[in-house]
C-alpha cells in the first residue's frame, strides 16, 4: 500500500520541491534556495505557506498557496504547484489542493486563482476539480549564444544603468512598479501597491540580479526598467518589465530589456526566458524583437470557495 502525507515545507525539501517544480518546464527558473526564503521570508499579509506530498518517504511535489495582496480587492489567494511526473495520477496534487483550499478559506478566501499547463491531463483536472478556464499566458524562450539585435541610438537624456545603484534607497524603482503592474493584464486589479512588500517580496528575493536588472534613467529620473531573476549559472528569467504610464511610448522598456541581455551574455548566461499574457500585444512584439522564441503556455484557472 502507498502512504500519502501532506505536510507543510521544511527547507530540506527544497531540493526535490524544487525538482517537482520545473520537471518538463525548462522555462521556470527558481532555485532550491528560492524556495527555502520564499516560505520563510514573504511578507507576513500573504499568509504564504508551502505545503509538501510524500508518498512512501519521498517528496514528490508541493504546492504554495497564500494571499493575493497588492490590491483593494479582497478574498482572493492563490494556489500553484506540481508533482514529478511519475508520481502522478496517485491523489498527491488532489491532497494537496484539498488542504490548500481548507487553509485559504480559513483565511477568509472566496476566490482561488491557479496557474495551469497548456496540456489536456492539467486543464481536465483543474475542470474535474470545478476550477473555471480563464485567460492564457506565453512562455519564450532566447538563445543567449546567438547574437542579439543591434542596440539603437539612446534618446537624448537617456541612460541605462544597473539596479545595484538604487541599493541603499530603491524607492524609485518601486514607483515605476506600482505605476505600471496597475495596467498588467489580469483577473484582479493591482491597484494596492505598498513599499514594505515590495522590499520584503521582491527587493529582497535572493535571485534577484541587481547587475542585470536594468534601470531606463531620464534627464536623471528613473522611469523604466527590466527586473531579471537567475539560478547564479546559466539561465535568466525576465521577472518583470515596467514603465511609468506617462513615458511610455518612447522604447525605454525596449532599450533597458535589450541591454539587460546583454549584460546577461556578457556574464555568461545562455538561456534567458520570459512570460507575457496573450493579450499583452506591446510586450509581445517587444519580445519577437528580442529574438525569443515561444516555448510553452499556461492557462488561469479560478475557483469559488463560497458556493
Excluded at 479582497?74 to 483550499?101: D, H, K, M, Q
Aim: with cysteine; aromatic share 8%; net charge negative.
Amino acid at each position: 500500500m502507498t502512504t500519502l502525507t501532506i505536510r507543510n515545507f521544511r527547507p530540506a525539501d527544497a531540493g526535490a520541491v524544487a525538482a517537482a517544480h520545473s520537471a518538463g518546464r525548462e522555462h521556470l527558473v527558481l532555485t532550491p534556495e528560492v524556495f527555502v526564503w520564499m516560505d520563510a521570508n514573504l511578507p507576513a499579509g500573504q499568509h504564504h505557506r508551502t505545503l509538501v506530498a510524500e508518498l512512501d518517504g519521498r517528496v514528490v511535489g508541493a504546492l504554495r498557496c497564500g494571499l493575493v495582496t497588492g490590491t483593494t480587492t479582497r478574498g482572493v489567494g492563490y494556489a500553484n504547484g506540481s508533482i514529478l511526473p511519475a508520481y502522478r495520477r496517485r491523489g498527491a496534487f488532489t491532497a494537496l489542493l484539498a488542504e490548500a483550499e481548507a487553509y485559504l478559506a480559513g483565511l477568509g478566501v472566496a476566490e482561488v486563482h491557479s496557474w495551469v499547463d497548456e496540456e489536456p491531463g492539467a486543464l481536465e483536472f483543474a475542470a474535474n476539480r470545478g476550477f473555471t478556464a480563464g485567460r492564457t499566458a506565453h512562455f519564450a524562450r532566447r538563445d543567449l549564444s546567438l547574437p542579439l539585435p543591434a542596440a539603437p541610438d539612446l534618446p537624448a537624456g537617456v541612460e541605462l544603468r544597473p539596479a545595484s545603484e538604487w541599493v541603499e534607497d530603491p524607492y524609485p524603482i518601486f514607483v515605476i512598479e506600482a505605476d505600471a503592474i496597475r495596467d498588467e493584464p489580469g483577473e484582479v486589479a493591482m491597484d494596492a501597491a505598498d513599499y514594505e512588500e515590495f522590499l520584503h517580496g521582491d527587493w529582497a528575493r535572493p535571485d534577484l540580479d541587481r547587475e542585470l536588472t536594468t534601470v531606463a534613467v531620464l534627464d536623471g529620473e528613473p522611469v523604466a526598467f527590466s527586473a531579471v531573476q537567475t539560478d547564479g549559472a546559466d539561465r535568466y528569467w525576465s521577472a518583470f518589465s515596467a514603465c511609468r504610464r506617462d513615458f511610455r511610448g518612447r522604447g525605454l522598456t525596449k532599450l533597458a530589456k535589450l541591454e539587460s541581455l546583454r549584460r546577461a551574455q556578457a556574464a555568461g548566461y545562455r538561456r534567458a526566458y520570459t512570460s507575457n499574457d496573450a493579450t499583452n500585444a506591446p510586450m509581445l512584439a517587444i519580445n519577437e524583437w528580442l529574438g525569443y522564441e515561444r516555448c510553452a503556455s499556461e492557462r488561469k484557472f479560478v475557483k469559488r470557495l463560497d458556493g
